[in-house]
């Protein structure tokens, strides 16, 4: 869904993009605003590291190199439009609700004078979800709440629960419950004894890991060792 118009004489484009996969560096005769709709961007812009996503915004000034990488379907909101428009430095900028009206209302030039009147963004702490699963793999029979998640990534609990809801949909509660259960239906089609598995992956006996196995996928162990 892609709209072009005119502009104080000068054509745009505007509209969400649908993105999945790995995208080599380029650069574009146009500047760019971008913002996620949904999911987040893995940015390199002008050899540095960044990201979009539902809260920070990027802009990338015409002639910036840059490249970028997301997972299945992340749907970014994004306007190209001439050079001149947003200056020639690259900038990270807070999505207010005025910038996600935007969307909706269709005015290009309302967006752009939204942007440039956003905050900036400095320096915004991520989680790393492959840290956060092989850190959860190593010690899963141990206790696990948000602040000790959170600590590793030197984040308030309160940031850390929201981000990882942003990032997965998932508060961190469901989050390492799931996780729990994935590890235990592995453990268990390898053969391990139901009261040794849940005591591997945090369950406090082998009926309440049984309970929550039937509860969340509808099998038993017992099944489960035959699938």
């Given at each position: 869904?892609?709209?072009s118009?005119?502009?104080?004489?000068?054509?745009t484009?505007?509209?969400?993009?649908?993105?999945?996969?790995?995208?080599l560096?380029?650069?574009?005769?146009?500047?760019q605003?971008?913002?996620a709709?949904?999911?987040?961007?893995?940015?390199?812009?002008?050899?540095?590291?960044a990201?979009?996503?539902?809260?920070?915004?990027?802009?990338?000034?015409?002639?910036?190199?840059h490249?970028?990488?997301?997972?299945?379907?992340?749907?970014m909101?994004v306007?190209?439009?001439p050079?001149?428009?947003?200056?020639?430095r690259?900038?990270?900028?807070?999505?207010?609700?005025?910038?996600?009206?935007?969307?909706?209302?269709?005015?290009?030039?309302?967006?752009?004078?939204?942007?440039?009147?956003?905050?900036?963004?400095?320096?915004?702490?991520?989680?790393?979800?492959?840290?956060?699963?092989?850190?959860?793999?190593?010690?899963?029979?141990?206790?696990?709440?948000?602040?000790?998640?959170?600590?590793?990534?030197?984040?308030?609990p309160?940031?850390?629960h929201?981000?990882?809801?942003?990032m997965?949909?998932?508060?961190?509660?469901?989050?390492?419950?799931?996780?729990?259960?994935?590890?235990?239906a592995?453990l268990?089609r390898?053969g391990?004894?139901?009261?040794?598995?849940?005591q591997?992956?945090?369950?406090?006996?082998a009926?309440?890991?049984g309970?929550?196995?039937?509860?969340?996928?509808g099998?038993?162990?017992r099944?489960?060792?035959?699938?």
């Open positions: 869904m892609f709209r118009g005119v502009r104080h004489g000068r054509e484009s505007f509209g969400i993009r649908r993105y999945s996969g790995e995208y560096s380029h650069e574009h005769t146009h500047a605003i971008m913002f709709v949904q999911g987040r961007m893995e940015l390199e812009v002008g050899g540095l590291s990201f979009a996503d539902s809260s920070c915004g990027m802009i990338i000034p015409a002639g910036t190199v490249g970028f990488c997301a997972k299945s379907d992340v749907r909101f306007v190209d439009l050079a001149d428009e947003v200056g020639d690259v900038r990270k900028f807070a999505v207010t609700q005025r910038c996600r009206a935007s969307i909706v209302l269709k005015d290009v030039t309302w967006l752009v004078a939204q942007v440039l009147q956003a905050p900036r963004v400095h320096v915004r702490r991520g989680i790393d979800l492959a840290q956060l699963d092989a850190m959860l793999d190593q010690a899963l029979h141990e206790p696990w709440d948000t602040s000790r998640m959170a600590h590793v990534f030197f984040l308030s309160q940031r850390f929201a981000r990882l809801i942003e997965t949909g998932y508060p961190p509660k469901t989050y390492l419950r799931l996780h729990r259960l994935e590890r235990a592995q268990l390898r391990m004894p139901l009261e040794t598995t849940a591997q992956v945090g369950y406090r006996s009926s309440a890991l309970f929550a196995l039937k509860r969340d996928s099998l038993s162990a099944k489960l060792r035959v699938v």
